[in-house]
Structure formats: C-alpha cells, structure tokens
C-alpha cells in the first residue's frame, strides 16, 4: 500500500520484478533444456533470447504463461545456393529431432509453431526454442545489403529465412537504458503492464522499440532544461507521443531485426492509436489528482500490481 504517488510508483516498479522463487524456476528450465541440447551436439550453441535476454521481463499474473526463449545456433550462412541449401524445414525438424531424443522431453509432446518448437510446462511456463543460423553471408537472397556480417541470425518464418538481430538489439536497449539514467527498462516495463491489462494485441517487441524510440528523448528534454524525471510524466508523455508513431514503422536503428509492426494491418494500427489517444488523455487527468484519486486512477490502468492507496 502507498499514500503517494512516488511512494506507490516505488512498490510497482519493484512488484514488475521476477520473484527469486520464479527466477529460480525459469532458469531451471532452460539450463536443463540448454545443458541437454548441447551435451547432444557440442557444435550447437544455446542463448537466452527475447525479453529475457533484454531484461524488460515482469511478473507475470498468476494464471499467465511465461514464455522463455532460447536460440539455438546450429552453425552459420556462408552463402545463397539456388539448390540443396539448408531449408527452413530442415532446421526446425533438427531441433525437434534433438529435443524428441530426450524421454522427458518428447513425453511432454513438443509442438512445431514457426519459427519455434515449443514444450509446455505443469507450471505454466513454456520454452520455445528458435533454430538459428549466423549471418556470414551479408545480404539477402535478393542481394539486398543486410550488414555487417556475422551479426544477426538467420531463422525460420512463414516457410522462409528471416534476419533477427537479437543480440544488438539487446545491448541497444541497455545501452539506452544506461543514457537514461535507468529509467528506460522500468518505464518499458509499467508499459508491459498497462498493455497486457488495456492492449494485449500490441506484441511486447513492438511495445520496446516504440519505448526505446521515444523514452530517450524524453529524459533528455528533461535533463537539457532542468525539469526532474518521474514515471507518470514518463508514461504520460509515451502514450502522447506514442499515439502518433504507432502508425508508422517501428524498428531499432541500424537494427537488421524486422519491422516490429510488420504483425499489424494499417486499421489495426489507427484502432491502437485511438486507444492510445485514450490513454494518453486519462493519464493527463491523473494528473490533476493526488493521493487515494490519483493512485486509484494509476491502478486502474496498470492493473493488479500496482499497489492500492493506504
């Protein structure tokens, strides 16, 4: 419980975090999952990927899935070939083969989602693991410059080979998070729990990078002219601006990730940002309240973690 605002961002910004018991859960999965897959091939390598990898993670609701992510490196693209190449079929029936040889692991009936093999746990959590291979190659198969080489992964998506920058993307968002005086991952994260509770069809990556474009320059205007950071003016200033770059299209710069938005029609784009302007509009009403109205008005939209006034 909390009597002020600051006090109440406080506890919800420290709720958002995985519990020790829940970390230690998820990381006994994918050790075992990981330790398991390269034990059965040496020349495999396995990552953590996704939101775990960029640490924007939070804590999930008692009835939701928690979905951990793992690359699995199976080599690297050298070059094109017009015949007798590596097929995006090939490389998800390896990766199930691997997992299906394990006992425990083919009796929890692994399921092919391109591009991942997902296994489903008891305890609501599920790993999906993506089969991957290094960019050694530098362009696409249409000769489009993709550069550099040896940065980013080639991975099956809809029949094909897609580019994922995984990596770069997560030293990306750290590396702002660091320039923002830590305020980006948390604010991303009091994101995460206004979408999942208001707009759970925006994917969590496009929430991201709409974050990392805009949060950024929103500390920086505040710093430039001495005005002092706080999370409600953070997460009222995204939706203000975030109403408008919802419609155009999102990706990390110099990323070789796609488009974040690339999931979205144009009129599923112009509903979200209705429903952002929406958002945004509440949260500059909450400004103009304190105390039980303003933390009550907080919560409604973030949802059960943030806490209650008193």
Not at 122 to 138: R, S
Not at 170 to 178: D, G, M, R, V
């Amino acid at each position: 419980m909390a009597t002020t605002i600051s006090e109440a961002f406080s506890e919800f910004k420290s709720r958002l975090e995985l519990s020790k018991s829940f970390q230690e859960k998820i990381t006994v999965h994918h050790n075992a999952i990981r330790e398991w897959i390269e034990s059965y091939n040496p020349k495999i390598e396995t990552k953590l990927i996704g939101s775990l990898q960029r640490k924007t993670r939070i804590q999930p609701r008692s009835n939701d899935t928690f979905d951990i992510d793992i690359l699995v490196i199976l080599g690297s693209f050298e070059r094109w070939v017009s015949s007798g190449g590596i097929a995006p079929r090939d490389a998800l029936d390896k990766v199930e083969d691997i997992i299906s040889k394990h006992e425990t692991y083919d009796k929890m009936g692994p399921e092919t989602d391109s591009p991942t093999i997902i296994i489903n746990y008891a305890d609501n959590t599920k790993v999906e693991l993506v089969p991957a291979y290094i960019d050694n190659i530098g362009q696409y198969t249409d000769r489009t410059p993709a550069l550099p080489k040896g940065r980013g992964y080639w991975i099956p998506k809809r029949n094909r080979w897609a580019l994922a920058d995984y990596d770069y993307d997560a030293e990306y968002i750290s590396k702002k998070n660091e320039e923002t005086d830590r305020y980006l991952v948390p604010t991303i994260k009091m994101l995460k729990a206004a979408k999942r509770n208001l707009f759970p069809i925006m994917k969590s990556y496009h929430l991201e990078v709409l974050a990392v474009n805009i949060i950024p320059s929103i500390v920086s205007y505040l710093k430039n002219n001495g005005y002092q950071t706080s999370y409600p003016f953070l997460i009222y200033s995204f939706f203000l601006m975030a109403k408008d770059e919802i419609i155009k299209s999102a990706r990390i710069p110099d990323s070789k990730s796609p488009n974040a938005d690339e999931y979205l029609d144009h009129n599923a784009k112009y509903r979200l940002s209705e429903m952002l302007k929406k958002i945004s509009d509440y949260c500059e009403s909450l400004g103009k309240l304190s105390g039980r109205e303003a933390i009550g008005g907080w919560r409604e939209l973030f949802g059960e973690p943030f806490p209650i006034y008193g």
